[in-house]
């Protein structure tokens, strides 16, 4: 006799279920090579009846044992619905379906320890951007432009902007000179490829990311920045001239600095940028979190860990209030880099962020290079689930409330001001841009878009957003060998590369109806909404 | 060397001006630099000679982070106490400072050495790592640490030496190590509250002394106290703090739950007094006692509808099984057991009520249980063995006597059948058309009731004297004289009316009464009908039938009596009889030389005592079928019916009687038809006309409904192979169930066709609850 015990766990309460035809699947056993989190496995399934075939009721027992691709009953490798048995299957025999009756929170905290995924947000699923349309456009006021034949500027500050009377100019000989060393402000594109750290991404994902950056800035001229994320630099590319392409990023934990400080003596170009990272959109308040599985030997080089779970503090300690910050981290991180490359600041976005941002405008070492504010939409690679889905705060709002308290103090512009944390969610990231620059933002960034071009399948309903496991089946967020090595490093840089393109090209397209040959920061009046909620919360023009 | 003083009376070099000038004179290749800070922070690093030469600071006042990025080949002197962040993320360098350190002293530091003359305070030594490519970074404190030293550390060797610091509980502070992963600390002097999930403290080992011993010289010379090395020496004074591995680490509460409730809790549970509970956890499929349901192999507790149906109660369905098995003599045998007259009765004259609603009809046609009775006509059953010595008089050889009889024999009484007319049989030889009953077939069956040995008398009426008379000789009498009586309408010119069961009768005894041209027939039964056809057969030219209500008479006796030129009507309410014919109430005129009446017999019953209970002018008994102490009734005395009501109460009140006779209480039966829905139809394929078998085959589509037909079906599609089939002492068979292997699922029930097996509720008790202790 075969039973179970109510509170077993079976299919039925787990997120997603595996649908197995028997009829069509032909037992190639790609569907159980291929998975990662060893969902599933091939069984004999017992198909024993006994049957009545001539007029009158007479047994015949017809027993067999199939073999069948099962799921397993198991929450440590419950299927995540990565859709790899799918993808490989050639009969179309097996998909992950999802059920609406998991139960996977009741049962997922077993030995007391909170939930932990990677991934995004997935109680969230608002895009206040998909309500917000450009709709002033130049036809007969003043002259639109035309994307093809007129020449943009697309560039954004990164670095502390004087006001045009601050700026120390001396009158000589009918020339202007500069009298004093000016804070150092590198003109980039208004589009930052987002801290993704060495050990949240694979080696391959990474560079594919940092190739793309090469790319587009040797061969297209497109200014791109990456922003190296808490997990250090490799030492290579310190050493590279392509260095210069990079922003590096101290966070919490502090981590890779050993190496980067080393290198310092090398380094043949300077650095784009520096980050100084207090918070991340998508957890905040929850420090940065590197599971022992990933924490592979380059990772315990380039970080100087063991293998352990790395668990960051979610505070920078040793500093305890705004000022502190800008006194000890910007000095400090100018001075690193003898006050040449420029410093800002990413906090994740917040009912303080205005506080923050006025506070940071009051600096009077000038050392403050930009605020970078990241949204609740934003992914990580790995977090606590009470944190990626109940903390947070939107950034279309806390943006436009941050450029507009600049604005009354007539201090816009100087710390530049970055947004991200979902930009680009629906894959439309120059739309998203675009409507976040006219609101006030300097720039965007975003990371969770490049991935996505990377190949990776997950989404902000439920699917796969298993970052944190080491078993990222498209080889992205994992540093298992084996993994690693599905992902395509030159098409997954080249997947960057043109989408890049085509956003360059789709800005174009929007700025053109508008009449900026420039970025149209702070033009608001070029948008419109059909939410009335949202008109007065952002103070743009409501239509229907 | 450079000398830099930061401050003049009035004015304070800010400190990235103070930083651009070490930068500039490190570039022109200074490598000493004495400096009077006030305060300026990040004095120290990241700086490097263009020549690779060393550079040395000694320092003064530093703000934060002194030595903070520090490179290998730096060395700096804080002569003094420093604030917070020394050595912050110190890549190599040798920070001394020769006083007190403020917070977050060495934070994340990768490599190099820190040395503090004194005390440090909160978060010192957190997340110092190690770079593998680098020796690891070494951090000694003279006294003591702050709260949440080392926290997150992943690397590194820290080490906390305890002087001057009896005064505190803790030299390392309070909530020391939380979240430490790598590195080894080692302490002198007191010290609690170290995260106990993080790591283990233990004595030093041998390599743990020859570091700190190796080292010693060089920390108190740094910081100029080379006086304390004999009392930092003393080795079992220290202590050294490792980091759990990542087995060791507990990453799970281990909570155990069970020992909890069987050590800790309150013993035999709370609800011990009221409850028997032994805390098994059962699956959700269980054997025995805990399923939540159970089967019950019920044979034969249901009637089959054609065993329903039959007032004789002929299991029918028992027969075809016999057929089934080959048993074809015991299949005909069968009907005998309950009806001496399976030719003459169920295969010839009786409506066979049991073909009515038999389950084969819901499929194709009911199964061909009436010609199933022609085959009973030559087989006969054994003769008692035993004889019991008591004698029974029968009075009245009609269908209910004769029944009577032939079960009273069997049962070894001697019976003694006492008849009025020449013949046995009642209106079976009087009455009933030799068209509609072969007189062959009757003669035949009235034999073998003879010759299993009843006797007969014929021509002898039983009056009250003979009554009295039988009364006292027989030990049990019963008085199925039938109803012979003709009822007549108390109308005008009733006298004129023949009564119909007369002129029966003399067609029967091979007279051939007269007829007249037109014959008007009053009631339209079957009798009616036989009237009918007798007057036609006699010479009628016209038969004209009618009855006050829709006509009784079976179908196929109405169609006989049409075809030869019969015409019923109806409703049609007799007024007077006349020469002419019948006046009807709505005085019209039925034209006919001859009325013959057909609407029933009344019983004689003046042979039996006076105070025999009656109503209706008939008899009214007990459900025994007693109208007296050993004086039994059946048939059309009690009330008219049909053959095979007699016949049926005829055995019953056989049964009465010899229960009487064996001083046995008597108990009718009660049937209950086995509901349809617990038949499984789906067996059976649905035959074509032209493939219908022969009654003798349809064997081949009796479901066989309430009674096990031995298929084997459950035994072969029980999951667990808990039921078996046993052969008993009897040589009857039973399927069992063994309570140990099934687990209440019902596909025995499900798959029964005979709707033998049924599952119930498990009312087995569980004792696990009671309304107290005891």
């Not at chain 2, 096990?708 to 009897?730: F, G, Q, V």
């Amino acid at each position: 006799m075969e039973t179970m015990r109510t509170q077993e766990v079976t299919a039925n309460d787990l997120p997603w279920k595996i649908e197995h035809n028997t009829l069509r699947c032909t037992m190639c056993g790609s569907c159980v090579a291929a998975c990662t989190f060893n969902a599933i496995e091939a069984k004999m399934e017992r198909r024993s009846v006994t049957i009545s075939t001539g007029h009158q009721p007479e047994p015949m027992q017809q027993h067999k044992a199939i073999p069948v691709i099962m799921q397993k009953n198991s929450l440590a490798h419950h299927c995540v619905g990565c859709g790899m048995c799918e993808k490989i299957c050639p009969n179309k025999a097996i998909k992950p379906v999802r059920n609406p009756d998991s139960r996977l929170n009741m049962l997922a905290r077993s030995g007391g320890a909170p939930i932990k995924r990677g991934g995004r947000n997935n109680l969230i699923q608002e895009r206040t951007f998909d309500k917000i349309i450009v709709g002033r456009i130049s036809q007969m006021t003043d002259p639109s432009l035309d994307a093809e034949r007129h020449s943009f500027d697309l560039l954004a500050p990164f670095g502390r902007v004087l006001p045009a009377h601050k700026l120390p100019f001396k009158q000589e000989n009918g020339e202007l000179r500069l009298t004093e060393k000016t804070p150092p402000v590198n003109w980039i594109y208004p589009l930052i490829f987002s801290d993704m750290s060495i050990g949240a991404l694979s080696t391959r994902a990474w560079e594919a990311v940092a190739m793309a950056v090469g790319y587009l800035n040797e061969k297209h001229n497109l200014p791109v920045r990456m922003s190296s994320g808490e997990g250090g630099m490799p030492v290579n590319l310190m050493k590279s001239d392509y260095l210069k392409y990079m922003i590096i990023q101290i966070a919490s934990g502090h981590f890779g600095w050993n190496r980067i400080v080393r290198a310092i003596p090398q380094m043949k170009v300077d650095p784009a940028g520096i980050i100084i990272k207090i918070g991340q959109g998508a957890k905040p308040g929850d420090g940065g979190l590197l599971p022992a599985a990933k924490v592979a030997e380059h990772v315990q080089a380039i970080r100087g860990v063991p293998k352990a779970d790395l668990m960051s503090p979610p505070n920078h300690q040793g500093l305890y209030s705004i000022e502190e910050s800008v006194q000890k981290m910007f000095m400090s991180m100018n001075a690193a880099f003898k006050f040449r490359v420029p410093v800002a600041i990413k906090c994740a976005a917040s009912a303080t962020s205005v506080s923050v941002y006025n506070n940071l405008l009051r600096d009077p070492y000038l050392i403050c290079g930009g605020f970078f504010i990241d949204g609740v939409q934003g992914g990580t690679g790995a977090a606590n689930e009470v944190s990626l889905d109940h903390t947070g705060h939107p950034i279309i709002s806390k943006t436009r409330e941050c450029y507009l308290a600049a604005v009354k103090q007539g201090l816009q512009g100087q710390i530049p001001l970055w947004a991200g944390g979902g930009v680009g969610l629906t894959g439309n990231a120059a739309a998203d841009a675009f409507k976040m620059i006219c609101l006030g933002a300097n720039g965007v960034f975003l990371g969770k878009l490049l991935i996505q071009l990377c190949g990776c399948i997950g989404n902000e309903q439920g699917r796969c957003n298993a970052c944190n496991t080491g078993h990222c089946p498209t080889g992205i967020c994992t540093q298992d060998p084996r993994l690693v090595k599905r992902l395509d490093i030159d098409k997954a840089a080249q997947n960057i590369v043109d989408y890049t393109l085509a956003f360059d090209m789709e800005m174009k397209k929007l700025m053109a109806p508008v009449g900026n040959s420039t970025l149209p920061v702070g033009r608001s009046d070029a948008l419109v909404t059909t939410d009335h909620a949202i008109a007065d919360k952002l103070g743009i023009q409501y239509a229907c | 060397m450079k000398k830099i003083t930061t401050f003049d009376e009035h004015n304070r070099m800010s400190t990235q001006d103070l930083l651009q000038m070490i930068n500039e004179a490190v570039a022109a290749g200074e490598t000493e630099f004495h400096i009077e800070a006030s305060g300026q922070h990040d004095i120290g690093g990241p700086l490097w000679h263009p020549e690779g030469k060393p550079l040395k600071f000694v320092v003064t006042n530093p703000g934060q982070r002194v030595g903070s990025m520090c490179l290998p080949g730096t060395e700096i002197l804080v002569d003094g106490p420093a604030p917070a962040d020394i050595g912050w993320l110190n890549a190599g360098g040798k920070i001394v400072v020769r006083g007190d350190g403020g917070d977050t002293t060495s934070h994340c530091a990768a490599s190099g050495t820190v040395y503090v003359g004194g005390r440090v305070g909160t978060r010192s030594g957190s997340l110092m790592k190690h770079d593998p490519l680098y020796a690891q970074p070494e951090f000694w404190v003279l006294k003591n640490c702050g709260s949440f030293s080392f926290e997150f550390m992943s690397g590194g060797i820290a080490v906390v030496c305890g002087v001057d610091s009896e005064q505190f509980a803790s030299i390392l502070g309070a909530r020391s190590c939380v979240g430490m992963v790598g590195g080894t600390l080692y302490f002198r002097g007191p010290a609690s509250g170290i995260s106990e999930k993080d790591v283990k403290v233990g004595p030093l080992e041998a390599d743990d002394i020859a570091y700190l011993d190796g080292k010693m010289d060089d920390f108190l010379g740094s910081i100029d106290r080379p006086e304390l090395r004999a009392e930092l020496s003393r080795w079992d004074e220290w202590k050294k703090v490792s980091p759990l591995s990542y087995d060791e680490r507990p990453k799970k509460a281990n909570t155990d739950t069970w020992s909890f409730r069987t050590n800790d809790w309150v013993k035999g549970g709370i609800f011990g007094d009221v409850c028997n509970d032994d805390f098994v956890v059962n699956g959700i499929v269980s054997n025995g006692t805990y399923r939540l349901r159970v089967p019950a192999w019920e044979n034969a507790r249901y009637a089959a509808p054609c065993e329903f149906n039959c007032t004789a109660s002929i299991p029918s369905q028992q027969r075809f099984n016999l057929l089934r098995e080959g048993k074809i003599d015991e299949a005909y045998r069968l009907v005998l057991e309950y009806t001496p007259f399976p030719g003459s009765v169920c295969g010839a004259v009786c409506p066979n009520l049991c073909m009515d609603e038999c389950s084969r009809d819901r499929i194709d046609i009911s199964a061909q249980i009436g010609k199933l009775g022609l085959h009973s006509a030559d087989v006969t059953l054994p003769a008692p063995i035993v004889k019991t010595g008591k004698k029974v008089a029968i009075i009245g050889g009609g269908p209910a006597g004769l029944t009577a009889a032939w079960e009273l024999i069997r049962l070894g009484h001697e019976v003694s059948v006492y008849e009025a007319d020449a013949k046995m049989g009642g209106k079976l030889e009087q009455v009933i058309p030799r068209g509609r009953l072969p007189h062959t077939t009757l003669e035949r069956e009235l034999q073998r009731i003879a010759d299993m040995g009843v006797k007969f008398f014929n021509n002898t009426k039983v009056d009250a004297a003979k009554f009295a008379e039988l009364r006292k000789e027989y030990d049990a009498v019963v008085a199925t004289s039938g109803a012979h009586i003709p009822k007549i309408i108390p109308v005008p010119g009733k006298e004129r009316i023949v009564p119909g069961l007369e002129f029966l009768k003399a067609i029967n005894r091979g007279e051939k009464p007269a007829v007249g041209k037109r014959v008007i027939v009053i009631g339209c039964g079957n009798s009616g009908m036989d009237v009918a056809v007798g007057a036609y057969q006699l010479g009628a030219e016209q038969v004209t039938c009618i009855d006050v209500q829709q006509p009784a008479a079976f179908e196929k006796e109405i169609a006989h009596v049409e075809e030869l030129g019969g015409v019923l009507q109806w409703p049609v309410f007799t007024k007077e009889i006349t020469p002419e014919g019948i006046i009807t109430q709505s005085g019209d005129l039925i034209k006919g030389d001859m009325v013959i009446i057909a609407i029933g017999e009344a019983p004689e019953l003046d042979y039996l005592p006076g105070d025999m209970k009656l109503f209706r002018g008939c008899l009214v008994a007990g459900d025994d079928y007693t109208i007296g102490d050993g004086l039994f009734t059946a048939g059309d005395t009690i009330k008219p019916g049909r053959m095979v009501d007699a016949i049926g109460a005829g055995r019953q009140a056989a049964l009465s009687c010899d229960a009487y006779l064996n001083g046995e209480e008597f108990v009718a039966p009660i049937k209950t038809k086995i509901p349809a829905e617990k038949l499984s139809t789906a067996y059976f394929k649905k035959c074509h006309t032209c493939d219908i078998p022969e009654a003798k085959e349809d064997y081949l589509r009796c479901i066989s409904c309430g009674t096990c037909r031995d298929c084997h079906m459950c035994m072969k599609s029980c999951p667990e192979n808990a039921i078996d089939r046993k052969t008993l002492a009897d040589g009857s068979y039973e399927y069992v169930s063994d309570p140990k292997k099934c687990i209440g699922c019902g596909i025995c029930a499900g798959v029964c066709p005979c709707g033998i097996w049924t599952l119930r509720e498990n009312a087995e008790p569980i004792a696990m609850y009671k309304t107290y202790e005891n």
